[in-house]
């Protein structure tokens, strides 16, 4: 069994901010040399998402609107996590959004439907964070 | 390492609907002949799910409602992705109820607790989507 | 390819209670002599989660909170699955915490940031419940 690791490290300008990192975990794949097997993608910060859906601003900006219905960033007193932080609602929405995905590697690919992409989805950024990529097949 | 992988093909008559799909799984697993390992089973499509909950219809009915609650179809033009489409609520849908599920196999079996039961979630339907099945092992 | 298969058992006092399980899955790594790899960890039953954030108290009030005002309680009467049942509200909490979480084994090591914790979320407690522990690699 071939096992593989990477690190994607990321520091975006916005609190909140999805990135299509489709082709970088494409590119851990080919260096993997792996063919059949599976792909673990997660976020390793607690604020932040990796999660699979459609590369669509209208729909983007429809997660941002829902997610801050659901998990409200503001008032910061309403959470009890704010008391030296102010990020509670970024691990909610994490929580809504997904840690991670698992994709399966078929014949050295990504085996994925038409629409399939993989984002990180930042819900506390403006600092560097990572994602974890690791692979274990053949 | 053996792997082995198949598609389920759904076609289903309403826009949302669950389908349990246990016993599909199941016979790819027999098919795999995997005895140790793990299965990844998930929805090729970005407005549907595969989850792992209780084959009860009044649950099923109570999801139906919950998830309105949660993420309305309607109006729809309260979302920016339905332009030319109308599903953006199964995309928020299918994010509560998760994309992909995975499941350890032991013995030969899908190692399951009392109640576990594999389903196909169907947000947009009436039209043919799929699922993957991918299982790797010894 | 190595397998490894354990069961940790929980019987929590309260209905609803989060326990950081994060050194008996370590434990669990150590005796399966794995070193690459991956560990699924899953509740066993559909009204429980296993999931991943932060262990800060404050948080933990913040999610049962939140779960209570996205999935209520009570008034019992509002969920169909509530004939002989009262826990289709856990049912609907689970599915947002979520079933499982896949961890990637790098050196010998969970290969977690520096907050990532997992957690068994409890629901429905006061009884005898279970989580699975599924570790494959070399």
New interface residues.
């Given amino acids: 069994?071939k096992?593989y690791?990477k690190e994607l490290w990321f520091n975006l300008p916005n609190r909140r901010q999805f990135i299509n990192i489709t082709s970088q975990v494409e590119q851990c794949l080919r260096e993997s040399g792996v063919k059949?097997?599976?792909v673990?993608c997660?976020?390793?910060?607690?604020t932040s998402s990796v999660?699979?859906?459609?590369d669509?601003?209208?729909?983007h900006?429809?997660?941002e609107v829902?997610l801050e219905k659901?998990?409200p960033e503001k008032p910061y007193a309403q959470?009890?996590?704010?008391?030296s932080e102010d990020n509670?609602d970024a691990?909610?929405k994490r929580?809504?959004?997904?840690?991670?995905?698992?994709?399966?590697i078929?014949e050295g690919r990504l085996?994925?439907?038409?629409?399939?992409q993989i984002f990180y989805g930042e819900f506390d950024g403006k600092r560097r964070k990572?994602v974890?990529v690791?692979i274990?097949?053949?």
């Fill in positions: 069994m096992s690791r059949e097997g599976m673990l997660n976020a390793m910060h607690i999660f699979i859906n459609d669509e601003s209208g729909l900006h429809d997660f829902w659901l998990a959470y009890h996590h704010n008391g509670a691990h909610l929580t809504v959004m997904g840690r991670e995905v698992v994709v399966a078929t085996d994925f439907g038409p629409w399939e990572r974890l690791k274990i097949g053949d």
